[in-house]
């Protein structure tokens, strides 16, 4: 809109752009003009006030971000003071009571899943828009410093568009509903027929007594989370044909206003080919306290080479040594981020020194021991960086002796040299072919490594150095469908077992991934999971002709060990 010889000295005010006087008196001669003098001092008033607003803005959002993790801090706090007193409630009580306890705990646990995900979805958005803000920000400072009148206005002008389209999508109001509100202010009461009331999901009790083996009904005004629990009952299963030896299960189903529980031994459902394979339970050690040889969320463990377990006992916060038999040996650690102090610890490994490796998860880092307990070294620390870690949930170690983590909330596996230096990683966030949505089970079958994608409900497998190979699992309740598992262990002759945490159960497969056969369910009996962790083959005992295979399973949230075998 300018001449080649005309000298811009005006500004239109209807199509924003600088123009001579020429160009004022012709093409915009039907448009409202001013001398650029003016127009700038008030362009400048209208983007200081601009400025303003916007430092206003980033004020309230800084403050709606540490509402967002008081809100996420709180939320876990009182997830866990809830889970503790249901526990300590239940256990006052009969079976009938033991069997709500466990729905309840799913309950919760699947309340705090949603509420966390919702929670944690708006603080990114939060910190998305909040850094796109402060970059227009600081854009609109230099635009308001340039001394060139022309170049002021082509900026005011551009950073116009760029302030209307980054606008907030949601604010911290979407967060606070009467549902959110509800959990996040929920405050367990020493009755549990009232906690199932205050947390909405209605209440259950029992109108058969009737013992194990029969059909028990629960009245119910709740919905049964069927995401996490979808089980199907096998036709024509006699009870007079059950091997004792092998735990029942139980399997809800929906009829109308009712949920029934159905006892069968369905659990050894497996693949077509007629293989006789089935997992017996042999006995189990611990139970919920913090008495030594007592646990409380056991969530890992490995086994020295004369046979003494090794536990991460997690809301203990220390390391516990038993025999095969349960009995104490020793314990070392307490809470705390110091030398032989632990927060959360998450996974046990044991080298062929019997070096013991405690993956000292809210540490972020790896903590190592000799077979008695004393100090040797540290791996790791707070970070993204090679060799850093951040909430590692698994460790394992190769026959070659390298360390392998699931460094969880990096969405990557990193490799470790037996000496502690960092080697190589792989993996990333996401939910492709080798990418992870936390990964949290790790293990090595010669060079291949089979690891548990927690988020992505499957099993990846990758070479030793990184090199993806194939996956199996989809998220279900059917067999050979996977949710949420949580920890996995190979046998030398090819048996993989995964451990489930979303259907409280074990599945086996074969290191090509094909399905095998499935085991236990939801309780607290003999052969039954509550949030089942991490999986142990056993050391050898000697018996080298034997195809059996036994192991051990931290039933986390029934704070104990079961050892189980793997019939061949």
């Not at 109001?173 to 027929?193: A, G, Y």
């Not at 951040?390 to 026959?399: D, L, M, R, V």
């Not at 083959?537 to 034997?546: E, F, K, T, Y």
Request: negative net charge; aromatic residues 6%; contains cysteine.
């Amino acid at each position: 809109s300018t001449q080649s010889t005309g000298k811009i000295t005006m500004y239109c005010c209807e199509c924003h752009v600088t123009t001579c006087s020429t160009c004022a008196a012709t093409s915009h001669s039907s448009h409202h003009t001013e001398i650029i003098p003016d127009v700038v001092d008030t362009e400048r008033e209208k983007l200081n006030q601009v400025l303003s607003e916007m430092q206003t803005l980033l004020d309230r959002s800084d403050s709606e971000l540490n509402t967002v993790n008081e809100m996420l801090e709180k939320l876990t706090k009182q997830t866990e003071a809830a889970i503790i007193r249901i526990n300590k409630e239940a256990d006052k009580v009969v079976e009938e009571v033991n069997k709500r306890k466990a729905g309840l705990i799913g309950q919760v646990n699947a309340l705090k899943t949603t509420q966390t995900d919702k929670i944690s979805s708006f603080k990114e958005n939060l910190k998305t828009w909040s850094k796109k803000q402060q970059q227009i920000k600081r854009n609109l400072e230099n635009i308001l410093n340039t001394v060139d009148d022309v170049a002021f206005l082509q900026g005011a002008s551009e950073i116009r568009g760029e302030i209307s389209t980054n606008r907030k999508s949601s604010a911290l109001t979407d967060l606070t509903s009467s549902s959110v509100n509800k959990w996040i202010d929920f405050k367990p009461t020493s009755n549990l027929p009232a906690q199932v009331e205050c947390l909405d999901m209605g209440t259950v009790a029992l109108t058969k007594d009737e013992p194990v083996g029969t059909n028990a009904v629960l009245n119910s005004n709740s919905r049964v989370n069927t995401a996490r629990r979808q089980r199907r009952r096998v036709a024509g299963t006699s009870r007079d044909t059950m091997d004792h030896e092998t735990p029942l299960q139980i399997n809800l189903e929906r009829e109308e206003n009712a949920v029934i529980i159905r006892y069968s031994s369905d659990q050894r459902r497996g693949d077509a080919s007629g293989s006789a394979s089935r997992i017996r339970s042999i006995h189990q050690i611990g139970s919920c306290g913090t008495n030594l040889g007592d646990f409380f969320h056991p969530c890992g463990m490995s086994q020295l080479s004369n046979g003494h377990l090794v536990v991460a006992d997690q809301r203990n916060n220390r390391v516990q040594i038993l025999e095969e038999n349960g009995s104490f040996v020793q314990m070392f650690g307490n809470e705390g981020g110091g030398i032989r102090e632990f927060k959360s610890p998450g996974d046990i490994a044991v080298d062929r020194e019997d070096n013991i490796y405690v993956l000292d998860t809210r540490n972020d880092r790896i903590q190592v021991f000799t077979a008695d307990g004393r100090y040797k070294k540290m791996i790791g620390g707070i970070g993204t960086a090679p060799g850093k870690f951040c909430k590692p949930q698994a460790i394992e170690i190769a026959s070659s002796g390298e360390i392998l983590v699931a460094d969880s909330g990096n969405n990557r596996v990193q490799v470790i040299t037996p000496d502690g230096r960092f080697s190589h990683s792989f993996g990333r966030e996401g939910s492709g072919e080798g990418e992870f949505m936390e990964p949290c089970g790790v293990a090595v079958l010669g060079t291949d490594v089979f690891v548990c994608d927690h988020h992505s409900h499957r099993i990846q497998v990758f070479r030793l150095t990184g090199e993806y190979r194939f996956n199996f699992g989809t998220f279900g309740s059917e067999p050979g469908q996977l949710s949420y598992p949580s920890s996995i262990a190979v046998h030398p002759n090819g048996y993989v077992i995964v451990s489930e945490y979303g259907n409280d159960r074990l599945s086996l497969f074969d290191s090509s991934g094909n399905f095998k056969m499935c085991f236990g369910d939801e309780g607290n009996d003999l052969g039954q999971f509550l949030s089942p962790n991490g999986v142990s083959i056993c050391v050898a005992d000697g018996n080298q002709r034997s195809r059996n295979v036994k192991f051990y399973v931290c039933d986390a949230w029934n704070h104990r060990l079961q050892m189980l075998e793997l019939i061949c």
